[in-house]
Structure formats: structure tokens, C-alpha cells
């Protein structure tokens, strides 16, 4: 597709499951990041990947948040035994050559954690 | 923290007013970037605009106008004309040239949600 898609759309998850979410970015992209959208609030920033080195992940809020994105292309966000307070919306966006080039956003993926 | 400051929580017009939207940001940094992003119900940011820190020309794009004020650190945008479709929450947001310009993650205001009314 033309744009950045992120699947799944929604995920419900048990307390203490582990999740892993999905984003493709926009062909050719080099910059990816992943940002915490809570219900009322602004994103914030996780982690940021210039092509498959993750160069920043000083905005993950705990170890059981991990990046990766293997081969450049499609990252995986991961939040291991999660918890009711990681219930946020988690939007991914790309970039196509330095970070601050414009970022096209995904759709998001909305985790409630019950 | 550097912040980005979006005064107004909640605007209501009726379509056909002119609305605008204020922005305020804080940086130590003499290189940056300004955004506007809409997020209309759906959830999807779009993107409206991107302004480099040494460009102050207000920009206008049909309905749409933006006024770079650096002496203030204000970047506010006004939506001539409102219309219904324009209801959405509208996010100011910065990022940083850090490292000779390879990062630039944004930090985004706490968006000012719009409603235009018929």
C-alpha cells in the first residue's frame, strides 16, 4: 500500500500476556518510530530506527517494552506481561530519509489490557 | 522539559467562522522543525505542515494558514472559512536536528480538539 499500516487495528489482551504489534512502513523509508498515544493526550516518543539500527529508545517506559525492525523494513513493538497501564493507543510513523523529514503515521494500534 | 503548549483544550465554531489555533513551544536549540498534524475521529494523524526554524514566511494552503512568530516561539494555524469535515483534533508538535540531523522524534502538544458545528 501507499501508506504506513499497522496491524492488528485493536488487541485486547489478559493482564501478564505478552503482545506484539506490527508496523510496515512506507516503501523505502529509512527512519521508523514508535510513539504512545494515551486516551486525551499528545503521542509521545519510544524509539526511533534508522534503517535496522535502533538508535534511540530512551522514551520505552519499562523493559517490557522491545523494538525491532530485522531487515530495515517492518518493525515489531513488544510489550511483555503487560499491564492495565500500557492500554494506549501505539501509532507508528516513517520517514523517508533523516528524522526530521516529515512522518507519515500509521493508523495505530488500540491495546486495552483488562 | 522542552514543551510544546496548546492553550486551547476544546474549540466549538459554527461552520464558516474563522478559527485559530494556538501553538507554543520551548527549545534550546537554534535548528528545529515545526508540525501540525489533524487526527480526525478515525485515529490517523495527517499530516498538514512541516516548518523549518529559519523559514518565518507564514505559509498559506487554501483554507489553511500558518503564522511562524520566532521572537514569541509561537506557531498558531487558522482554518479560514470552517468547515464540518474540519472537526478534528489538531496536534502542534517539534522535533530537534540532535546529532547533525539524523533523529528528530516530535513532541507533540496536548492537541485542541475542534468542533465545527452546522
Known amino acids: 500500500g501507499a501508506g504506513v499500516s499497522q496491524s492488528p487495528r485493536y488487541k485486547v489482551a489478559k493482564r501478564g500476556q505478552d503482545v506484539a504489534l506490527r508496523c510496515d512502513p512506507i516503501?523505502?523509508?529509512?527512519?521508523l518510530f514508535w510513539y504512545q498515544q494515551a486516551l486525551g493526550q499528545g503521542p509521545e516518543f519510544l524509539t526511533y530506527?534508522?534503517?535496522?539500527?535502533?538508535?534511540?529508545k530512551s522514551g520505552l517506559p519499562s523493559d517490557r517494552f522491545f523494538a525491532e525492525r530485522p531487515e530495515g523494513s517492518v518493525s515489531t513493538l513488544k510489550i511483555q506481561r503487560t499491564q492495565q497501564e500500557d492500554s494506549a493507543v501505539y501509532l507508528c510513523?516513517?520517514?523517508?530519509?533523516?528524522?526530521?523529514?516529515?512522518?507519515?503515521f500509521g493508523p495505530g494500534t488500540r491495546l486495552t489490557v483488562l | 522539559a522542552q514543551k510544546v503548549t496548546q492553550a486551547q483544550t476544546e474549540i466549538s465554531v459554527v461552520e464558516k467562522e474563522d478559527v485559530t489555533l494556538d501553538c507554543v513551544y520551548e527549545?534550546?536549540?537554534?535548528?528545529?522543525?515545526l508540525f501540525w498534524y489533524k487526527q480526525p475521529p478515525s485515529g490517523e494523524l495527517v499530516f498538514l505542515i512541516r516548518?523549518?526554524?529559519?523559514?518565518?514566511q507564514n505559509e498559506i494552503s487554501g483554507r489553511y494558514s500558518w503564522n511562524f512568530q520566532k521572537s514569541t516561539s509561537s506557531f498558531n494555524f487558522t482554518i479560514t472559512a470552517s468547515q464540518v469535515v474540519d472537526s478534528a483534533v489538531y496536534f502542534c508538535?517539534?522535533?530537534?536536528?540532535?546529532?547533525?540531523?539524523?533523529?528528530?522524534?516530535?513532541?507533540f502538544g496536548k492537541g485542541t480538539k475542534l468542533s465545527v458545528k452546522p
Open positions: 510513523a516513517s520517514s523517508s530519509g533523516q528524522g526530521t523529514d516529515t512522518q507519515y
Open positions: 516503501s523505502g523509508h529509512v527512519s
Open positions: 530506527f534508522q534503517n535496522e539500527a535502533q538508535l534511540d
Open positions: 527549545t534550546r536549540d537554534t535548528t528545529y522543525y
Open positions: 516548518r523549518n526554524s529559519f523559514d518565518e
Open positions: 508538535a517539534r522535533s530537534e536536528a540532535n546529532d547533525g540531523g539524523s533523529q528528530g522524534n516530535l513532541i
